[in-house]
């Protein structure tokens, strides 16, 4: 089967080259220029620009530049529409959709010596009319593919169908595991990957598995960290911090992380991620990113020890993470918020006893008011029938005296002695009764 690929593959080679010697246009010719020898100061900012031409209407490009890590450090990029752009450790990634028949780009480098230095342009990929294009070589890279698995080796067979290769989806691409080249300090092997046997390279000192994966449309090559106990890839990645030489790897499952910091998806060139870590600041219950670009990755230096280090994405600068001075400086805000939390916990419990207290004083003081409210009301009930009590007496007595009260037919006649104050008893006087009509009979006689 793969005989007959490749002779296929070749027949379809020969045939396109018979069509360009009779003078036939297959694709339009694409031109790369740009700065390539930069005169560099240290600590100065240099810049280099770089246009990619084509006789057709370009719809993306992506370009890739190299540069040398001792002498330059990577500081910014600049293009067009939907321009995305990354660097560092010795690599600039350029991409942008002109939509026209050219695409420039600017970068920014910092000088870290004196003098000149190369930058070279790596690759150079533009996508016209749905197709490919190496912008470099002026051929297809579906073209190109074929050549590179007609020149593949011999052990590379078995990695031949895409059913034989393991996968993983990256922002929504597949990519597959390619015959990789080899790199100084790393052996050769075959593991198996997804029930595979795939060919990686093994730094034994580090530790580190490298896998080659090719996205499923040939845009993507590049090189990923593998991890063998969790089947997950990390893009390859080193840089310096200090003497050392560090490779991003993947957190340990379980391990270690500083407190008051929370997992991200640091970005890397147009499509990948690095699992990292970013500062937190808690805010009551919620968590606020700070808005540095500063991260916390995970990594392994040369001589194979793991530990965290502060990535700085604006200035692509390494350093070792000091968690040493990390938590105790944390433990001291800490004990500041622990002595914050118990005032208010203090503050919420004083109030709350002081509206209790409150509620119970009122609530003694609305039964009291209601307790001489219904006194008050007795004492006046009293006070009325104790009146009407009285009255009573009163108009007994009324009574009695009408009673004693002699009628009007007769009258009693009578001297008051000298110092006398008061009425007698009749009997006692010997009143005089005069009988009036007698009297006036008499009168009359």
Known sequence: MK??????????????????????????APSVTGDTELTV???????ASYKITNDDSIESVKLTLSYDKSDLTYMSGSGGDNFSGSGGNGLVELSSNPGSKAATFGVKFKGLTDGTSEVTV????????????????GVS??????????????DEEEEEDDADR????????TF??????????????????????????????????????????GSYRDYFVYNPDTGNIVPYIEKQSGTDTVTFIEPEEGGYVPIRYSYVDMPWGAKYTVPAYKHVIIDGVDEIFDDTNRYLVYGVNQDGEKAWYSYDYDKDSLQLFDDVAYQGEQNYITELEDQDAALRTEADYQQNRYTTDMGR?????????????????AVVILTLRMKKMQMLPEKEDDEEEEDHTPKSSSYVTGSLEENESDFHDPEEDE???????????????
Not at 361 to 377: D, K, W
Request: proline share 1%.
């Open 41 to 47: 100061q240290k600590d100065k900012i240099v810049s």
């Open 122 to 137: 790596s690759s150079c990929t533009i996508t016209v009319n749905g197709k490919e294009i190496d912008a470099l070589s």
């Open 361 to 377: 004083r009122l609530m003694i003081i609305l039964v009291m008011t209601l307790i001489i409210i219904i006194l008050l009301n």
């Open 141 to 154: 890279l579906e073209e190109e593919e074929e050549e590179k698995e007609d020149a593949s080796a011999e």
């Open 3 to 28: 005989n007959k690929k490749k002779l296929f593959g070749k027949t379809m080679g020969l045939i396109a080259a018979l069509v360009l010697c009779f003078g036939m246009t297959v694709l339009a």
């Open 166 to 173: 393991a996968t993983w989806v990256i922002d929504g691409r």
């Open 431 to 445: 009143l005089e009764i005069i009988d009036l009509d007698n009297a006036s009979d008499d009168d009359e006689d």
């Open 176 to 217: 597959l595991t390619h015959h990789i080249p080899g790199i100084d300090g790393y052996d050769d092997e075959k593991i198996e990957i997804q029930g595979k046997q795939v060919r990686v390279l093994h730094n034994t000192v580090t530790d580190v598995y490298l896998v080659y994966l090719f996205s499923d449309n």
